[in-house]
């Protein structure tokens, strides 16, 4: 059944190519598909072994208790941009290709479909990309997504050679752990290369900024939150975490370089874009602690980052820099974003900083809080900012300009994210007990294992 996710979004793919408009409506009704076969049918644990092969040698897909959860907020997200995003004819198409991926990666078992689905994810990242002669910004993507797909096949082949099979459980069970160091670095850079961390997202900015209205509110949220699930997967329960300062450090330098690249912006949509990888930043450091109270709030986090970007990319797609003197329930859903994002109490980013905070502090890491809290007062800074301009910004309506607000069927869909932000800022522990499910499931390698090795060798 778990296999469905993945070959429906497919097929509904191929049958749009003779009408395109209607890839926009199978996206929604793909993604609802997938959400209520999640929530009704598929529970944890399954393992699907495709063709009949056992899982040391054929395709695997994992459903358990971590890509569960990453499932459902995945498709919940895609949701919702089928339902707010102004999507192109051909964009229903690249989004139902996209869907099969993204739940692809996160139920694979193996490192070659991932790394199929890893590009498979890229291209349509690169295509959404390019939109609006914007050669550079694509251009740049390709140049860094091609080496990151490069390393990661590197990766798998000698992960491969080394251990003899492509099945991450098998493999992180029997490899030869002096080996295992140097695998980790080309697994890390290509992930960090989508992840955005800098400087090895530096390819973000033009492409958040430049590229289609929906890049930004696709890469930012669920293209992000997929790659974070295989981050985790990869080396909290195959390779195991090496390295861990190193990637530490660079996140926290992240972090405090996109902030204040933010802080220089004139351009909404850089400052968003800046934003985006300073949140991504934060999440990777948190799981380069390897500790279970820093991860589990790490992903509190990522949750708060994910839906409040979907709001502010999503508003700046349609309005841009007009204002919100004529759209007040746009500016309302755009503050309540950028409240959350910053972490003002009675909002979802205010528990998400501080149960991360507090994780820290309890294993005695001072530096990563000092980072936050310095970043946070830069984030809001600027983030105040864009509000007080948008919201008292002298405006002259034009007729040309009504079409660039927002539908209300997307002003309704984002008043109720915003309200689900507003909701877990009263009632924390809705999100954070999965949190802490999900957190302590991850670090089980040995239950990740068991579910696979039960196939037998």
């Keep these: 059944m778990s296999a469905l996710l993945i070959a429906v979004p497919l097929a509904f793919a191929f049958a749009s190519l003779p009408h395109k408009k209607l890839g926009n409506y199978f996206f929604t009704f793909v993604t609802l598909f997938n959400i209520l076969a999640l929530l009704l049918y598929l529970k944890p644990t399954q393992l699907v072994e495709i063709g009949g092969w056992s899982a040391a040698y054929g395709i695997a897909l994992v459903l358990d208790s971590v890509s ?13 941009i089928s339902l707010t995003a102004n999507l192109e004819e051909k ?11 993204l739940n692809g990666i996160i139920l694979t078992g193996d490192f070659f479909n991932s790394f199929v689905f890893f590009e498979i994810i890229a291209a349509v990242a690169y295509i959404i990309a390019s939109h609006k002669n914007n050669s550079y910004g694509a251009f740049k993507y390709l140049i860094f997504g091609g080496v990151g797909g490069t390393l990661y096949l590197i990766g798998a082949v000698m992960t491969y050679i080394k251990a003899g099979t492509l099945n991450m459980a098998y493999a992180g069970f029997i490899i030869d752990p002096s080996v295992v160091p140097v695998i980790t670095v080309f697994f890390l850079i290509a992930l960090l290369i989508e992840l955005k961390v800098l400087p090895l997202g530096l390819w973000a900015p033009d492409v958040y900024s430049n590229g289609s209205s929906i890049t930004p509110v696709v890469l930012g949220s669920a293209v992000t939150v997929s790659m974070v699930y295989l981050f985790s997967r990869i080396f909290f329960n195959v390779l195991g975490f090496e390295h861990t300062k190193l990637v530490s450090i660079l996140a926290m330098v992240s972090i405090i370089i996109a902030q204040l690249g933010a802080l220089k912006q004139k351009n909404l949509g850089r400052a968003l874009a800046f934003a985006a990888i300073a949140g991504v930043s934060v999440v990777v450091a948190g799981l380069a602690t390897a500790n279970e109270e820093v991860i589990s709030a790490s992903y509190f986090y990522l949750f708060n980052d994910a839906i409040s970007k979907i709001i502010l990319f999503t508003v700046f797609a349609y309005t841009g820099h007009r204002g919100f003197k004529n759209d007040k329930t746009t500016g309302i859903i755009f503050t309540i974003a950028s409240l959350s994002l910053i972490g003002f109490p009675l909002f979802t980013g205010f528990w998400a900083k501080f149960y991360l905070i507090k994780a820290l502090f309890e294993t005695e890491n001072y530096v990563l809080p000092a980072v936050i809290l310095i970043s946070t007062i830069i984030e809001a800074g600027y983030l105040i900012k864009w509000n007080v301009d948008l919201w008292y910004k002298e405006h002259k309506a034009q007729e040309s300009e009504e079409e660039n607000y927002i539908p209300f069927a997307g002003q309704l869909v984002l008043l109720l994210l915003a309200m689900v932000l507003v909701l877990v800022g009263f009632l924390p522990d809705i999100i954070y007990s999965q949190t802490n499910s999900i957190a302590t499931h991850v670090l089980d390698a040995k239950t990740y294992m068991d579910v696979i090795l039960k196939g037998g060798m």
């Design 68 to 80: 569960y959860p990453f499932l459902i907020f995945v498709n919940a997200i895609l949701l919702v």
């Design 91 to 101: 964009y229903g198409t690249l989004m139902l290709v996209l869907t099969a991926a």
